[in-house]
């Protein structure tokens, strides 16, 4: 099975998605939710760890499922995604291998990432 994490940051994006979506400002959420406004922002900014029942508190709020919020937000961790690389690749074809360093090393160097 595949190990995955939870990424604050896209949990936080999703949150505020949906809240823009329902018209609410923070203030909105947090009263519906009893919650700070300060904590709102800290989760929508990616800075806090909603316990499993804010999140249902958050998805009651926002009249969506938590599915709605965690499902986009979860990555696979670092160590998964090399093994998945490492396995994919032939490991007979030299000349291949060779490419896929060079492509690696090319995006190492590269501004966009």
Known sequence: MEEKTICLKALGKNVKKYRLANQLTQENLANST?????????IERGYSTP??????????????TPN???????????????????NSLPVD???FL????????????????
């Open 34 to 42: 009893n919650l700070s406004i300060q904590y709102i922002g800290n």
């Open 98 to 113: 060779r490419h896929i360093l060079q492509y690696i090393e090319f995006l190492k160097d590269s501004k966009y990432f």
């Open 68 to 86: 709605h919020l965690l499902l986009p937000s979860l990555v696979p961790k670092p160590d998964t995604l090399k093994e998945q690389i490492a």
């Open 51 to 64: 316990s499993i029942e804010t999140i249902m508190k958050i998805s009651l709020a926002l009249n969506i």
């Open 93 to 95: 074809n030299v000349k």
